[in-house]
C-alpha cells in the first residue's frame, strides 16, 4: 500500500526538479553502509522483532475482552494481561537495542563520511578554495554531514520499521474481518492529497531556508573575522553589516515559521482522519453484528480498531518520509558533488623522488591563466642556478606572486612547464616538492597558539638549539625572548597580537627550520615603519646570500642583493638583469625605479644615518 503512494508522491516532486533518485545515487548511499552489514542485520532482525512484538498486545486486547471479560474467565484474564505486559517490556527491550545499534551505525558511517571529505578537501587545489564561497564549505562539511546521520537513524529505519509494522497490521486485520479491514484502509489514501501539497510547500520552503542558512553562514564568516571585522570599523559599515544580517535573519525566520506551519496543518488534516477511521469501524461492526447477525465480537471490533489505530502513525511517518527522502537524497547529492570535484593537482602515478634537492628552477614558456577567459603569464622563460638569488619586480597585480605559485604547485601551469633540479614539478612527488621549496607568503598566516607551536609547525621535531638559530637569524629572537612567555607567547587569532614586521619575521624564521633547497620570499607591500623594515632586511640579507632564493621585491636593498632582476609587466618578463644596467634603459624599471624604488631609499638611507 506504501508503494504506490510513496511513488506517486514522489514522481510529483521529482516534476518540480528534485535531485535524481537514481539506481548509482542510491548504490552510492549504499557502499557506506557496506561496511557495517552485519551490524545493519541486526538492526533488520530488531526492527521486525519489535514491530511484531509491538503489535501483539493490540490482538491481545480481543482475548482480554472476549475470553476474559466477556467469557467471564478470570485465570484468561491474568494470563492475556501478564503476555500483553510481558510482550511490551520484550518490544521495549528489543527497541533500546535497536536505537543503540542504530545509533552506532550512523556515528560511524559519518565519522567516515567526515573524514574522507576532510582528507578530500585538503587534496583541493588553492583555486576550489579562492572560488568557493567558505560558508558553504563549512556547512557541507558540518550540517549536511550531521543531516546524513538523521537520515541513517530516522529515515531509513523509520521506513523500515514503519514499513514491517504496517504489513503485519494489515495481515492481522485481514485475519480478522475483511469487510471492516477493506473499510479501514479505504479511508487511508485519503491522506495523500494534504500529504502532497503540505510536502511539496515543504520541499521549497526546506530548500529555500537552506540558501538562506549558506547566506547567513557567509555573513558570518565575512564579517566575523578578524580580517572582515576590521574592513568593516575602519569602513563604518556596522550599520549596513546589520541590516544585511538582520535581512538574512529575517528571511530566515519567515520561513522556519511557514516551514513548520507547512507540516502543523497536514497534522491537522492527519488528525481529524485518524478519528473519523475508528467510528466507522465501531458503526460497520455494529451494524454487521446488530443487523446481519455476523459472528463478529466485541473484541473483534476492538482488535480492528486498535489496529487500525497503529496503523496511522506509521501511514503518517511514510507519507512525512517523502519530504524527508527527498530532503536526504540532496543531501547526499550534495555530499557526492563534492567528493566529485575533480582533485586538480595531485601526485603523477611513479611520482619522482630525487635523492637530494639544489633549488635550480626553470621556467620554459609558461603560460598559465585563473580563468580562460585571462591569460596572465605569457611566455615566461628564466633559470635559477642553485646558489643564485633572483628578485623579480613590477607593478602591482602584473603576475609575480602567480609566477612563484607554479614552483610548489599551488596551481599547475596551462603552457609550458616549470622545471625543479632538471625535472618538470608535475613529475615530481608533491610531499617532495613542498618541503624543498619554502615560501614566505605577503599575507604572513600564523594559527592561533603559542610562537612555538607556530615555529614547530614548519618542523615537529625541531630542536631548541634550531629553533634558537632559525630565528636569531630571522632577526626575531631578541624580541621573543623580551616577552613575558617567551617562546611561549600566544600570537592571538591568525598572528594578530604581533606587528607586521614581526609576524614577517616570525615566518622567515619558520622557513628557516624547515630548511628549504630554494626559499621565495614574496615581501610584504604594506609598508612598515623604517626601523622594522630594517629588521627584516638584517634577515634576508644573509639569506640572500646563502640561499638559492627568489624574491619578490619591492624594497631597493633586497634588489641589489639579488644575482639578477626580472622586470614583469602584464604577465610577461619585459626587461632582465642588473641593477646598474636597467636603471640606465629607459623602461619599467627606470619607472618603478624613480617612482617607489628611489623613495624607500631616501627613508632606508634616513635611518642608516
Ligand atoms: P602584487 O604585487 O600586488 O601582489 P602581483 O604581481 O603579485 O601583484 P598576482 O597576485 O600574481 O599579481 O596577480 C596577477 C593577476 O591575476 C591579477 O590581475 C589578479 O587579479 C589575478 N589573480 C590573482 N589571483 C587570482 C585568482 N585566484 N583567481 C583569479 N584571478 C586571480
Redesign the pocket.
Known sequence: MGGPMRQGFLTEEEKQNQPKVTKELLLRVFSYLKPYWKQLLLVFVAIIASSIFSLLPSILTGKIIDEGLIGRNFDALIKYIVLSLAVTLIANLIGVLESYLNTWIAQHITFDMRNKMFQHLQSMS??FF??NNQGDIITRMTSDISGVQQIITNTFTSILSNSITLVVALIAMYQKNWILATIGIIIVPLFTIPTRRAGKTRWTLTRESQACNDEINGILNETLSVSGQMLVKLFGQEKREYEKYEAANRKMVDLNIKESMAGRWFRVVITTFTSIGPMLLYLVGGILMMRYNHDLTVGDITVLVTLLGRMYGPVNSLLNIQVEWIRSMAMFTRIFEYFDMPVEIKNKENAIVPKEAKGNVRFEHVEFY??PE?Q?LKDVNFELESGHSIAIV??????????I?LIPRLYDVTGGAVYFDGIDVRDLDLTYLRKNVGVVT?DTYLFNGTIKENLLYAKPDASEEEIVSACAKANIHDFIIAQPDGYNTVVGNRGLKLSGGEKQRLSIARVLLKDPALLIF?EA?ASLDSISENKIQEAIDPLIDSRTSIL?A?RLSTILAADEILV?KD?KIVERGKHQDLVKKDGVYRELYETQFARALEKEEAVLE
Open positions: 588553492q583555486r579562492t572560488s585563473y580563468e585571462r596572465i613590477g607593478p602591482s597585480g602584473s603576475g609575480k606572486s602567480t609566477m605559485n605577503q614574496d607591500t619578490i619591492h614583469v604577465g
